[in-house]
Nanobody, 126 residues
Framework: QVQVVESGGGLVQAGGSLRLSCTAS????????MGWFRQAPGKEREGVSC????????YYSDSVKGRFTISRDNAKNTLYLQMHSLKPEDTAMYYC???????????????????WGQGTQVTVSS
């Protein structure tokens, strides 16, 4: 049984930093691209970033480019999202997902991801 579990969310002031983690079990982690998505209240879930199975390719949405960094540790079955210069508009539930293949694309579409976690809340106060 595949399990995907996010952690590291919390309340932070604007300009601050947080690091999200995501562990996956029940699958061969380095077979899969991994992605981060977020959903704010009343809005659609949007792609934030993705990383290929090897970590050699990453993509970011325009809204987070230059502020967020995605990485992975395949030995630990863990995905990370380092977030800096946080803004109130980054407030959302953040979800981790395992892709259908080992490669991701800049389109960051939900239907390219198969296994999802339950999310971790990030709240940025102004």
């Amino acid at each position: 049984q595949v399990q995907v579990v996010e952690s590291g969310g919390g309340l932070v002031q604007a300009g601050g930093s947080l690091r999200l983690s995501c562990t996956a079990s029940g699958l061969t982690f380095d077979d899969y691209a991994m992605g981060w998505f977020r959903q704010a209240p009343g809005k659609e879930r949007e792609g934030v970033s993705c990383i290929s199975w090897s970590g050699s390719t990453t993509y970011y949405s325009d809204s987070v480019k230059g502020r967020f960094t995605i990485s992975r540790d395949n030995a630990k079955n863990t995905l990370y999202l380092q977030m800096h210069s946080l803004k109130p508009e980054d407030t959302a539930m953040y979800y981790c997902a395992a892709g259908l293949t080992g490669y991701c694309s800049s389109s960051l579409v939900r239907n390219a991801y198969r296994y999802w976690g339950q999310g971790t809340q990030v709240t940025v106060s102004s």
